[in-house]
Every structure is written in structure tokens, then in C-alpha cells.
């Protein structure tokens, strides 16, 4: 590796530590559970993934989107049972890496790509409001004014510090830089060390105490289930995102293999489950992270604010944090996809709207799953409109019927309109040349009209099937004549 390269990975990774920090410490807590058990797990996962998975310059620790999904686990059954179900998660995760589902992810359209993005994006950007509360009221005075003041000055120095200098990543210079100053003036505001205290030792092997039988795993399978396609809509999703930012191929299968591992090892060492965090993953790619060695950095700086740099940690201004965390909110929204409401489909910026707008009030995998629907809906309906016939009478008295455009479910009802059975001539030809067979409801459509020019004591021929379209016939028992 060029010395270059090696210099910006960690530095990269140095800077994604800090930001993995609060949002660990965070998602542990919202889950009830100890701060440490999201720390160990953002360790475990960010490195074991950073060295084995299929995407470099990924980030990956213990996420919102898992945290949200285990709470009532958690409240119900205890800790011992969440570690199981990361076990259990992590294994389905793996399968489903080892069947080389990853590609399925190809099916998530652009539109519902972008509406996860910003929808995400819009996430990020509410979670830091929760910093400008104190319990469950609002800062006001001089305390807002300060925490406003460096939330201000840290995504200045963001912002502004690339126009003067590359060398080092903007968003290190202005936590560490915001640190000092709060440090130096003995500026009364909250840090890391107010949301928990991160001192701890070093994470160790214990299987899950819980009585393992059917029982159990009658309990944990559902969250295990849910839990494994949250972490792997949201991996693989952000997957795509680091190849577009990075201009490179990740690999899909590669990724959900070292995921469920890491899960997996997460889970045996008392950590939480984890998934790719676009926050971070945005944060390490724009601080120059492109490789391994960024992401090893960022997971093994985790453990070692825990073993011995504690006390300097939770010293660094929860402003500083914020801040930067508002940069990677702003740079995280699809801002293009508000440039082009006027220029794409109606029903794109709807699933865009729709999309976004359930990942901010639901979760992410029931808005994919909204948006993947909405958009083969529409698919469906735009097939069907476009499949017309032009007719033609022949010398001989015969008509004949050239069908142009796609046979299936939606499209049947257009299919058979275009016939008159009633008025047509005793000889009717149906050339299928330009004609499509997708789907069983094509091969009852065509029967359909068969049997409606055999009832008015009409003959009807049909020529140029494709031999796709044959075998489907065949299949289903009807004849080529």
C-alpha cells in the first residue's frame, strides 16, 4: 500500500471512531442496553467486516435500524435472549450470502434508492436534536447558545477547510480542534462523557445463558429473522451507495457472508448486532477512506477508547459530533433528486416521496418494501398500456392480427379487447412475432380467445410464436395450431 494511501485510511479511520462513538452509545441505549454491549459490538463488526467483506471503505457497527428492531426483545426477555438472536441473525445472514442472494438487491429501483438515502439522511439529521435536550427539555439560554455556537463553528471548519488544505480530514481537524477550544476556555457544555462512561475491558466469550431448545426459538426466530433482512436491505442498499460515490464494484455475497460472521462473533462476545451505518460509511469515505486498513482503524480505535483512552474520549464535545453529523446529513441527501422533479416521471417522484417519507416515520425495510411495490405496480401498468394490434384484411377475405408489446397478468384485459370476435371474418390469423409470453395469465388469455372465435364457429391461427412462448404453452397443455 502507497504511503499515501496507508496515511488517508487512517486518518479516515481515525475520524470515522469518533463519529461511531456517540451513535453506538446511542442505538445501545435505545435498545436498554449497556453502552459497552454497543461499543463491543461496533468493534467486532467494523473490523471483522472491514478485513473479510466485500466492500472496502464500508462501515459497519452496531446500528440504529437493528437497535429499533430488538427493543421489545430486549424489555420482554432479557439480554441473554438478544444474544442469541444475534447468533441466530447472523447465521440467516451467512445463508444468505452462501446462496448468493446479494444480487437480489438489483431489484430496488433507483427511485426507491434515492428515497432511502434521503430518507436516512433525514434520520441523521433528527437524532442530533435529541443533543439539544437536557432530559426531556430543551436547552434554552446560554446553555442553546453554546451548543449552537460550536455546532455552527465545527461544520464551518468542515466546510471550509477543504478550500485550504486536503492533507487531513475536515472532520477531524474540526471535532479535535473544537475539543481544544472547549478544553482551553473550560466552555460549559456537554460531552461524550454526560451521554455514558465508556471505561471497560476487554470483551469475552460466553454463549448466550438461556435454555436452548424450541421454546427459545420459537421466541427469538421472528426478531432473528427481522433483525438479518433490516441489517442486510440496509448493507447491501449502502453497498450500492459506496459504489456509486467510489466509481468501483463491491461484492454483494462477500459482504452478507462477513456480516453474519461478524454478527455472529458480536453475539458469542457480548456485543449487539450490526449492519452498514451510512453515516459513518459517508464520514470515512469523505475523509479519504478507501481501503481495508480504514475501516480496521476505525473498529480497533474502538476498543482501545475503551481499555485506555477513556478519560481523553469523553472529554470531546457532543457539539463537535453533532456538527460534523449535520455535514453527513447534508451530503448524504440525494439533493439531484429535487433537481429532477420535473424531468422524470410522475410515479418515480412519488415512489421517491413515499419512499422517504415511511424510512423517517416507519423503518427502512417496510419502506423498501413500499417502494419496491409501488414501482412494479407501475412497471405493470405502463407494460400493459403499450401492448396494442394492427390489423390487416387479407386478399383471401382472412384478417390478420399483429400484436406488439408484452402478454401478461396486467395485460390480458387490452390483449383480448383488441379482438372482435363477434364481426371478424371465418379466417383469423394472430401473428406473435412482436408479442411476448411471460406468465400463466398470458397462456389463459390466448385460450381465452381461442375458445371466443371457436363459439362464433370462427377459426383462429396463430403464427411466429418465440420458442419461449412455446414451451410455455406445452407446458400447459395447450397446442401451437
Given at each position: 500500500?502507497?504511503?499515501?494511501?496507508?496515511?488517508?485510511?487512517?486518518?479516515?479511520?481515525?475520524?470515522?471512531?469518533?463519529?461511531?462513538?456517540?451513535?453506538?452509545?446511542?442505538?445501545?441505549?435505545?435498545?436498554?442496553?449497556?453502552?459497552?454491549?454497543?461499543?463491543?459490538?461496533?468493534?467486532?463488526?467494523?473490523?471483522?467486516?472491514?478485513?473479510?467483506?466485500?466492500?472496502?471503505?464500508?462501515?459497519?457497527?452496531?446500528?440504529?435500524?437493528?437497535?429499533?428492531?430488538?427493543?421489545?426483545?430486549?424489555?420482554?426477555?432479557?439480554?441473554?435472549?438478544?444474544?442469541?438472536?444475534?447468533?441466530?441473525?447472523?447465521?440467516?445472514?451467512?445463508?444468505?450470502?452462501?446462496?448468493?442472494?446479494?444480487?437480489?438487491?438489483?431489484?430496488?429501483?433507483?427511485?426507491?434508492?434515492?428515497?432511502?438515502?434521503?430518507?436516512?439522511?433525514?434520520?441523521?439529521?433528527?437524532?442530533?436534536?435529541?443533543?439539544?435536550?437536557?432530559?426531556?427539555?430543551?436547552?434554552?439560554?446560554?446553555?442553546?447558545?453554546?451548543?449552537?455556537?460550536?455546532?455552527?463553528?465545527?461544520?464551518?471548519?468542515?466546510?471550509?477547510?477543504?478550500?485550504?488544505?486536503?492533507?487531513?480530514?475536515?472532520?477531524?481537524?474540526?471535532?479535535?480542534?473544537?475539543?481544544?477550544?472547549?478544553?482551553?476556555?473550560?466552555?460549559?457544555?456537554?460531552?461524550?462523557?454526560?451521554?455514558?462512561?465508556?471505561?471497560?475491558?476487554?470483551?469475552?466469550?460466553?454463549?448466550?445463558?438461556?435454555?436452548?431448545?424450541?421454546?427459545?426459538?420459537?421466541?427469538?426466530?421472528?426478531?432473528?429473522?427481522?433483525?438479518?433482512?433490516?441489517?442486510?436491505?440496509?448493507?447491501?442498499?449502502?453497498?450500492?451507495?459506496?459504489?456509486?460515490?467510489?466509481?468501483?464494484?463491491?461484492?454483494?455475497?462477500?459482504?452478507?457472508?462477513?456480516?453474519?460472521?461478524?454478527?455472529?462473533?458480536?453475539?458469542?462476545?457480548?456485543?449487539?448486532?450490526?449492519?452498514?451505518?451510512?453515516?459513518?460509511?459517508?464520514?470515512?469515505?469523505?475523509?479519504?477512506?478507501?481501503?481495508?486498513?480504514?475501516?480496521?482503524?476505525?473498529?480497533?480505535?474502538?476498543?482501545?477508547?475503551?481499555?485506555?483512552?477513556?478519560?481523553?474520549?469523553?472529554?470531546?464535545?457532543?457539539?463537535?459530533?453533532?456538527?460534523?453529523?449535520?455535514?453527513?446529513?447534508?451530503?448524504?441527501?440525494?439533493?439531484?433528486?429535487?433537481?429532477?422533479?420535473?424531468?422524470?416521471?410522475?410515479?418515480?417522484?412519488?415512489?421517491?416521496?413515499?419512499?422517504?417519507?415511511?424510512?423517517?416515520?416507519?423503518?427502512?425495510?417496510?419502506?423498501?418494501?413500499?417502494?419496491?411495490?409501488?414501482?412494479?405496480?407501475?412497471?405493470?401498468?405502463?407494460?400493459?398500456?403499450?401492448?396494442?394490434?394492427?390489423?390487416?384484411?387479407?386478399?383471401?377475405?382472412?384478417?390478420?392480427?399483429?400484436?406488439?408489446?408484452?402478454?401478461?397478468?396486467?395485460?390480458?384485459?387490452?390483449?383480448?379487447?383488441?379482438?372482435?370476435?363477434?364481426?371478424?371474418?371465418?379466417?383469423?390469423?394472430?401473428?406473435?412475432?412482436?408479442?411476448?409470453?411471460?406468465?400463466?395469465?398470458?397462456?389463459?388469455?390466448?385460450?381465452?380467445?381461442?375458445?371466443?372465435?371457436?363459439?362464433?364457429?370462427?377459426?383462429?391461427?396463430?403464427?411466429?410464436?418465440?420458442?419461449?412462448?412455446?414451451?410455455?404453452?406445452?407446458?400447459?397443455?395447450?397446442e401451437d395450431h
Open positions: 500500500m502507497k504511503p499515501i494511501r496507508l496515511r488517508a485510511d487512517v486518518l479516515a479511520g481515525l475520524t470515522t471512531s469518533f463519529a461511531l462513538l456517540p451513535e453506538c452509545i446511542a442505538f445501545a441505549l435505545v435498545a436498554h442496553l449497556n453502552p459497552l454491549m454497543g461499543l463491543y459490538g461496533a468493534f467486532i463488526i467494523c473490523t471483522l467486516t472491514a478485513l473479510f467483506g466485500g466492500r472496502p471503505g464500508m462501515v459497519s457497527g452496531a446500528a440504529g435500524s437493528m437497535a429499533v428492531v430488538i427493543v421489545a426483545l430486549v424489555v420482554q426477555h432479557g439480554v441473554q435472549y438478544l444474544l442469541a438472536t444475534v447468533l441466530l441473525g447472523g447465521l440467516i445472514m451467512m445463508a444468505f450470502g452462501l446462496l448468493r442472494l446479494g444480487k437480489l438487491v438489483r431489484m430496488v429501483p433507483h427511485p426507491v434508492m434515492l428515497g432511502f438515502v434521503n430518507g436516512l439522511a433525514i434520520i441523521i439529521a433528527l437524532a442530533q436534536l435529541e443533543h439539544f435536550k437536557s432530559g426531556e427539555d430543551w436547552l434554552s439560554g446560554t446553555p442553546l447558545y453554546l451548543m449552537t455556537g460550536l455546532v455552527l463553528l465545527t461544520m464551518a471548519i468542515v466546510y471550509i477547510l477543504p478550500r485550504l488544505t486536503k492533507t487531513v480530514p475536515p472532520a477531524l481537524v474540526a471535532i479535535l480542534g473544537v475539543g481544544l477550544l472547549v478544553y482551553l476556555f473550560g466552555l460549559p457544555t456537554r460531552t461524550l462523557g454526560d451521554m455514558a462512561h465508556i471505561a471497560g475491558g476487554l470483551p469475552t466469550f460466553a454463549l448466550p445463558d438461556i435454555p436452548w431448545n424450541l421454546e427459545t426459538l420459537r421466541i427469538i426466530a421472528p426478531y432473528a429473522i427481522l433483525m438479518a433482512l433490516v441489517g442486510l436491505l440496509e448493507t447491501l442498499l449502502t453497498l450500492n451507495l459506496t459504489d456509486e460515490i467510489t466509481e468501483t464494484r463491491g461484492y454483494p455475497d462477500r459482504e452478507c457472508v462477513a456480516l453474519g460472521a461478524a454478527n455472529m462473533v458480536s453475539g458469542a462476545f457480548g456485543g449487539m448486532g450490526g449492519c452498514a451505518m451510512i453515516g459513518q460509511t459517508v464520514i470515512n469515505l469523505s475523509s479519504g477512506g478507501r481501503g481495508r486498513l480504514s475501516g480496521v482503524v476505525a473498529g480497533v480505535l474502538i476498543l482501545l477508547f475503551i481499555l485506555f483512552l477513556s478519560p481523553l474520549i469523553e472529554r470531546i464535545p457532543l457539539a463537535a459530533l453533532v456538527g460534523v453529523m449535520f455535514v453527513v446529513s447534508q451530503q448524504t441527501f440525494a439533493w439531484a433528486s429535487l433537481r429532477v422533479v420535473n424531468k422524470v416521471p410522475l410515479n418515480d417522484v412519488l415512489v421517491i416521496i413515499a419512499v422517504t417519507t415511511i424510512t423517517v416515520f416507519t423503518d427502512l425495510a417496510t419502506a423498501v418494501l413500499c417502494g419496491i411495490i409501488i414501482a412494479a405496480l407501475n412497471f405493470a401498468w405502463q407494460q400493459a398500456r403499450e401492448l396494442y394490434a394492427d390489423e390487416h384484411l387479407e386478399a383471401d377475405g382472412s384478417k390478420l392480427y399483429r400484436l406488439h408489446g408484452t402478454l401478461f397478468f396486467a395485460s390480458t384485459a387490452p390483449f383480448l379487447n383488441q379482438f372482435d370476435p363477434a364481426n371478424d371474418p371465418a379466417r383469423v390469423t394472430l401473428d406473435c412475432r412482436h408479442l411476448s409470453f411471460v406468465d400463466y395469465s398470458a397462456i389463459a388469455a390466448l385460450k381465452t380467445l381461442r375458445e371466443r372465435y371457436a363459439k362464433a364457429g370462427k377459426h383462429l391461427q396463430v403464427f411466429h410464436l418465440s420458442e419461449r412462448c412455446k414451451k410455455l404453452l406445452k407446458r400447459a397443455g395447450e
